[in-house]
T-cell receptor, first 112, second 113 residues
Framework: DGGITQSPKYLFRKEGQNVTLSCEQN?????MYWYRQDPGQGLRLIYY???????QKGDIAEGYSVSREKKESFPLTVTSAQKNPTAFYLC???????????FGDGTRLSIL | AQSVTQPDIHITVSEGASLELRCNYS??????LFWYVQSPGQGLQLLLK??????LVQGIKGFEAEFKRSQSSFNLRKPSVHWSDAAEYFC???????????FGKGTMLLVSP
């Protein structure tokens, strides 16, 4: 079955450490997205990519970085510059803009 | 900038009772509208979508939603709630020419016996 795979499901970060969250899709979707979810805040867009080798900042990009070297992969790096990284991170993909987004099961990041 | 409002943070409904979750958006253009559901610790699952045409749309799990342009609303309804419907529900809006969706902050549905 086609879908979006996020790994790992749980991740712990030490102070000053960069960590990378994986997102892979086999839906042949062009667009991919990263969201951060905090209780009571809904989903906030971190980065998105509409095509390979191109991506744009979302509403809360500071302290995060991404790459889009392959159509099926869109990894998110949480850098040490992100001072409050504890959250639930969701990856999504869609055929194109304004189309329904399909979501992975998320990665929960915590600080040690 | 577009925004989405879900006025109810929590709603409690008795099992078997009807449900309506509210969603309002701001912006002047014709929207694309979505409802998603999220179980704890999981991703979001698409319930239904509206792009054009009939303003009453049917979705999965017995849900429906009605687009009312005059009220800038897209409320989600279900005639009889089951205990398994307890989850968080998100409304999302997109507009032609914009690359991303805007999500509401969610409504947590609790189902009482």
């Amino acid at each position: 079955d086609g879908g979006i795979t996020q790994s790992p499901k749980y991740l712990f970060r030490k102070e000053g450490q960069n960590v990378t969250l994986s997102c892979e899709q086999n839906l042949n979707h062009d667009a991919m997205y990263w969201y951060r979810q905090d209780p009571g805040q809904g989903l906030r867009l971190i980065y998105y990519s509409q095509i390979v080798n191109d991506f744009q900042k979302g509403d809360i990009a500071e302290g995060y970085s991404v790459s889009r070297e392959k159509k099926e992969s869109f990894p998110l790096t949480v850098t040490s510059a992100q001072k409050n990284p504890t959250a639930f991170y969701l990856c999504a993909s869609s055929i194109g803009q304004d189309q329904p987004q399909h979501f992975g099961d998320g990665t929960r990041l915590s600080i040690l | 900038a577009q925004s989405v409002t879900q006025p109810d943070i929590h709603i409690t409904v008795s099992e078997g009772a009807s449900l309506e979750l509210r969603c309002n958006y701001s912006y002047g253009a014709t929207p694309y509208l979505f409802w998603y559901v999220q179980s704890p610790g999981q991703g979001l699952q698409l319930l239904l979508k509206y792009f054009s045409g009939d303003t009453l749309v049917q979705g999965i799990k017995g849900f429906e939603a009605e687009f009312k342009r005059s009220q800038s609303s897209f409320n989600l309804r279900k005639p009889s709630v089951h205990w398994s419907d307890a989850a968080e529900y998100f409304c999302a809006v997109g507009f032609s020419g914009y690359s991303t969706l805007t999500f509401g902050k969610g409504t947590m549905l609790l189902v009482s016996p």
